[in-house]
Nanobody, 124 residues
Framework: QVQLVESGGGLVQAGGSLRLSCAAS????????MGWFRQAPGKEREFVAT?????????DYTDSVKGRFTISRDNAKNTVYLQMNSLKPEDTAVYYC????????????????WGQGTQVTVSS
């Protein structure tokens, strides 16, 4: 049974930092895309960042987090991370980890497995 478990969310002031982790179990995702999405209250779930290993690491970010967030992964631990710096109140959302079978994608439908989410709240 595949499980993705997120951790690291919490309450932080604007300008602060958080590091999210997503530990995968049940299968290895070494060559699969692993990504982060988020859903703010009253809004649709949206893409944040994704990363894939294929001889080197390839990553993609939504424009609103470029330069502030960094996605990384440790294949030996089957874990993906999201380092979030310079947080803004508009980053407040439930953050979801996802793992897909293939290439980098910003589309939710490209990811087969999802975690339960971790709440990130940024106060102004």
């Amino acid at each position: 049974q595949v499980q993705l478990v997120e951790s690291g969310g919490g309450l932080v002031q604007a300008g602060g930092s958080l590091r999210l982790s997503c530990a995968a179990s049940g299968r290895t995702f070494s060559n699969a895309a692993m990504g982060w999405f988020r859903q703010a209250p009253g809004k649709e779930r949206e893409f944040v960042a994704t990363i894939r290993w294929s001889g080197t690491y390839y990553a993609d970010y939504t424009d609103s987090v470029k330069g502030r967030f960094t996605i990384s992964r440790d294949n030996a631990k089957n874990t993906v991370y999201l380092q979030m710096n310079s947080l803004k109140p508009e980053d407040t959302a439930v953050y979801y980890c996802a793992a897909g079978p293939g290439l980098l994608s910003r589309r939710m439908a490209s990811y087969e497995y999802w975690g339960q989410g971790t709440q990130v709240t940024v106060s102004s």
